[in-house]
């Protein structure tokens, strides 16, 4: 079994880099000497395995013998010991486990089964007008000259007003559920304060309470939507009301803080690199790999995690059962191995195999969503402007490990003649 250690001799201490202000803030370079010293590490102080080579991550993300479940980590939360010391954190992980992004194999794919007709190429044609409606909208309400907070104005509200309409959901109701997903999104960081933890079981709770008057309230209509899919799939028995409930907030959740992510960090890349910002005004038609090239030069997470069902080998590391994984998607989306001029933006790169929303059979169920949102979004807001700068310095998120993302993106513009 490989063992990796940083030049001094020591070994790395894997929790304090991801957690560094300065890492938050920019965590290329210390991955990038991180990767240096090898594809696959382990963390010895608690059996973690972190990838970070692009070809390794490939075969990790594909491998059925790593999957999502974490019930079946090691010494993870699902043990006696954990549920003793941590009775919170128990609960928390316990009721946010039924849904598909947390189970393998036949339950992932019954799960994943209800939601996939909603994803589908006919049904986002069927979303374009919505999002085009929503995004003009929230630009009609930004000046035609000064200064903005692009994420306050634009990126952040567009994604939950999409998502709130695909649902039915009153807009009244944006501000509360904003709040719900910035608790459960910290999940995600796999290591929380007990403070986090009890306000994250909070916000769960009055989420799924809202969600389950939903129901009752709409068990008896039919509606062409994703709430819609969930109730027939509740009626029907195919979810019960945990797995209906708890793949509801998910989706919520990850499709909220995924595209807002998107569309802010791509902004940043745009601002920071005014030669692609004029190639791509001068060719619309790159879009789409401009997106796809937003996604692997700054992803909107730092980890995607694994657990490991039986031992596997992973580029000459054996990985024992039960081990939890972590893939670092700002190194694999990174690889010097994998990628001509890693660092660089290139609207146009092909074949770009970024991991930003995962693979294997845990890809992200509502990527096809947000790219449409941010292809529709980018067009709008380079149609309206004809000037577009930073205004001032960006501000990251610093109060989450691995959703990475922008609190506030200041800049100037100018409406189109």
Same mark, same amino acid.
């Given at each position: ?279 791509? *005004?001068? =060719?619309?038609?790159?879009? &789409? ?5 937003? +996604? !692997? /030069? @700054? ?97 990251? *998120?610093? =109060?989450?490990?691995?959703? &990475? ?5 200041? +800049? !100037? /513009? @100018?409406?189109?003649?």
């Amino acid at each position: 079994m490989s063992e990796v250690q940083i030049e001094n001799g020591g070994d790395i201490d894997w929790w304090s880099i991801l957690s560094d202000r300065t890492f938050l803030e920019n965590p290329y370079p210390e991955l990038r000497r991180l990767q240096a010293l090898g594809p696959v590490h382990l963390d010895k102080s608690n059996g973690i395995y972190f990838i970070l080579g692009h070809k390794a991550f490939s075969k990790a993300a594909k491998s059925s013998a790593l999957g999502r479940d974490t019930r079946h980590w090691t010494n993870g939360w699902n043990t006696d010991d954990y549920r003793a010391h941590d009775p919170v954190g128990y609960r928390l992980f316990s009721e946010f486990q039924p849904q598909m992004i947390n189970n393998d194999g036949d339950i992932h794919r019954r799960m994943r089964k209800v939601y996939e007709p909603a994803f589908r190429a006919q049904a986002m044609t069927s979303m374009v007008s919505l999002i085009e409606e929503e995004a003009t909208a929230l630009l009609k309400a930004m000046p035609d000259k000064g200064e903005v907070d692009f994420i306050e104005a634009f990126a952040g509200p567009l994604p939950l007003r999409v998502l709130c309409k695909l649902f039915d959901i009153p807009e009244s109701l944006d501000e509360t559920i904003a709040r719900w997903s910035a608790s459960l999104i910290r999940i995600g960081d796999i290591l929380m304060t007990p403070e986090q933890k009890v306000e994250a079981l909070e916000a769960l709770n009055e989420f799924k309470a809202f969600l389950r008057e939903q129901i009752a309230a709409r068990k008896n209509r039919d509606e062409d939507n994703l709430m819609g899919l969930a109730i027939q799939a509740y009626k029907d028995g195919t979810l019960d009301e945990e797995e209906t409930l708890t793949n509801l907030v998910s989706m919520l959740v990850a499709g909220h803080e995924t595209t807002v992510t998107l569309i802010g960090n791509g902004m940043l890349l745009l601002m920071r690199n005014p030669e692609e910002m004029a190639r791509l *005004r001068k =060719d619309p038609d790159l879009m &789409r790999t401009a997106i796809e090239e937003f +996604l !692997r /030069v @700054e992803p909107g997470g730092n980890m995607i995690l694994r657990v490991a069902r039986e031992d596997v080998e992973v580029e000459g590391t054996l990985i024992p059962e039960g081990s939890p994984v972590i893939g670092l998607i700002g190194a694999i989306n990174r690889d010097p191995a994998r990628f001509d001029r890693p660092d660089e933006l290139d609207i146009g790169r092909p074949a770009n195999a970024q991991f930003t929303f995962g693979g294997g059979a845990h890809v992200c169920i509502g990527a096809p969503l947000a790219r449409l949102e941010a292809q529709i979004a980018f067009s709008a807001v380079l149609d309206k402007y004809a000037n577009i700068e930073l205004a001032g310095k960006p501000e990251w *998120r610093l =109060d989450r490990m691995n959703a &990475r993302g922008l609190g506030h993106l200041p +800049l !100037r /513009v @100018e409406r189109a003649a």
